[in-house]
């Protein structure tokens, strides 16, 4: 999008490169334009951003961190020799200016006026993180005999309450000295177990397949083989066990009956009929010729009563 913009590139005729040298020179202005309107006060207009969540003393607003002003910069001091700077904005909910100026020492941002800030600084001691000696300390211990002694007493201290604490940090560590083996049979458990759930879930599928199911199967558990263990299915039996039943019943029953019996069970029907030939004694036999039935003589007793009746 550089070609777009409006770079102006027209030379008036009573220029001349070796008197004026720029465009600028020529013009009277600065290459910073309106930004430097105040730089023979040693103050240059900057894009300032937030470094971090403030609230405004003038209309007590909270103003996030990122936000973005038109600052007036300027030098205020030195810090050895990195230089401290001070800048200047305007509050864009009420007419509050603000003013912080940089902390090289800490490497940070102070407030001088105008808000305050939103305290989420990390506190080193209260976390009890280990910080870097400052360099007034780091004198004191190099010259002083006895503050040195005395710092190495309180290390002492902090080392003995320390020590339970380092010494479950390096058993729980012990357990992982050899990462590569361990990660090796880690990750060959791991596929073992990968490999058996997708052989079941195979299984699954074809079992859903099979019996027309959309409802999902629950895994095996041993208690379910040891149920499934105790139960016994007995089936129905098909055609040909049945017909080979009934003929070991056939094979198994007698030949020969008891004679006897037969006779007595050919009686009862007889009586049952009312075809006995012995009548009961008072009683005439039984009329069956009203119910359809004839009564035929055999020969040989037909031919008894015809020489009777010679």
Not at 117 to 139: F, G, P
Request: charged letters at 35%; aromatic letters at 8%.
């Amino acid at each position: 999008m550089g070609e777009r913009k409006g770079v102006n590139k027209y030379y008036p005729p009573d220029f001349d490169p070796a008197k004026h040298g720029s465009l600028n020179k020529y013009r009277n202005s600065h290459p910073l334009r309106e930004r430097a309107r105040k730089l023979s006060q040693g103050i240059l207009i900057i894009r300032f951003e937030m470094p971090y969540n403030i609230w405004c003393d003038g209309c007590q607003n909270h103003i996030g961190m990122g936000v973005r002003y038109n600052a007036e910069k300027k030098k205020v001091g030195n810090y050895y020799t990195t230089p401290i700077y001070r800048f200047r904005m305007k509050c864009h909910l009420c007419p509050n200016h603000i003013e912080m100026q940089t902390d090289p020492a800490n490497c940070d941002y102070v407030i001088v006026s105008g808000a305050r800030r939103k305290e989420e600084r990390w506190d080193v001691e209260a976390n009890e993180q280990i910080m870097a000696t400052a360099h007034d300390e780091k004198q004191k211990l190099e010259t002083d005999a006895m503050y040195r002694l005395e710092h190495g007493s309180k290390d002492q201290g902090k080392l003995q309450r320390a020590i339970p604490t380092l010494q479950n940090i390096q058993e729980a560590q012990s357990a992982w000295k050899d990462d590569f083996a361990l990660n090796s049979l880690l990750r060959q458990k791991f596929r073992e177990e990968k490999k058996i759930l997708q052989e079941e879930e195979k299984k699954d599928l074809a079992l859903q397949s099979k019996a027309s199911l959309s409802i999902p199967l629950v895994r095996e558990s041993e208690e379910d083989r040891h149920l499934a263990t105790l139960l016994k299915y007995q089936s129905l039996g098909s055609y040909e066990d049945k017909q080979k039943q009934k003929r070991n019943k056939i094979a198994d029953r007698p030949w020969f009956s008891a004679p006897q019996a037969s006779a007595t069970k050919a009686s009862d029907t007889l009586r049952k009929l009312g075809l006995s030939t012995k009548s009961p004694v008072g009683k005439s036999p039984l009329d069956m010729t009203h119910l359809g039935v004839m009564r035929r003589k055999s020969r040989d007793r037909q031919g008894t009563e015809e020489e009777e009746e010679e």
